[in-house]
């Protein structure tokens, strides 16, 4: 069984552009949740989606977003991108109520803002 | 609002001895705990989980939690130490009731000497 695919892995941008990474979850699962990794401030929730409705969000700027599709892949934005954007996005998906805070995790998408 | 606390960044510890990883927690509800574990450029795994039920948790690869509410704590341990075992840990709280939100703790980073 395939796990959560995120891509791409690695990206350079410079401030002010924009990005978007995107995140297939493990077949079945309808919940996919987001998460940026810093070192300074170490992991924060970013969203979370079910069957294409976000449930939950974090305490990020406007600058973020997120989206889910019928097939339950997963897309994040961040726009006008700022320094401290730079991070490892991580995307999870799970079963949701079924096994709650079960999350299979992908590699991450490495930022890093010029 | 929950909140995970691990006291200390990193941890080093010899081959075969105890594993000690501590973590506080705060919850205003009975809370889901959780221990997941990061290998360096890899997204995170679960370890083990707190529901309801039984309080001493095992979970894969040989470590195990015991989830002690008056203490407010979920301390993961492992008696004997093993070289892959060199990672960061991550304890995280969950509301449960149908969000898959999760805070994380700052993590802990374990060495492990040969």
């Known amino acids: 069984k395939a796990g959560v695919t995120q891509t791409p892995r690695y990206l350079i941008k410079t401030r002010g552009q924009q990005v978007t990474l995107s995140c297939s979850p493990i077949s079945g699962h309808r919940s996919v949740s987001w998460y940026q990794q810093t070192p300074g401030q170490g992991l924060q929730f970013l969203f979370e989606y079910f069957s294409e409705t976000q449930r939950n969000k974090g305490n990020f700027p406007g600058r973020f977003s997120g989206r889910q599709f019928s097939n339950s892949r997963s897309e994040m934005n961040v726009s006008t991108l700022e320094l401290g954007d730079s991070a490892l996005y991580l995307c999870?998906?799970?079963?949701?109520?079924?096994?709650?805070?079960?999350?299979?995790f992908g590699e991450g998408s490495r930022l890093t803002v010029l | 609002a929950q909140s995970v606390t691990q006291l200390g960044s990193h941890v080093s510890v010899s081959e075969g001895a105890l594993v000690l990883l501590r973590c506080n927690y705060s919850s205003s509800v009975p809370p889901y705990l959780f221990w997941y574990v990061q290998y360096p450029n890899q997204g995170l795994q679960l370890l083990l989980k707190?529901?309801?039920?039984?309080?001493l948790v095992k979970g894969i690869n040989g470590f195990e939690a015991e989830f002690k509410k008056s203490e407010t704590s979920f301390h993961l341990t492992k008696p004997s130490a093993h070289m892959s075992d060199a990672a960061e840990y991550f304890c995280?709280?969950?509301?449960?009731?149908?969000?898959?939100?999760?805070?994380f703790g700052k993590g802990m980073k374990l060495t492990v000497n040969p």
């Open positions: 999870a998906s799970s079963l949701g109520l079924v096994r709650p805070g079960e999350l299979f």
């Open positions: 707190y529901t309801t039920g039984a309080t």
């Open positions: 995280a709280v969950s509301e449960g009731g149908g969000s898959e939100k999760l805070v």
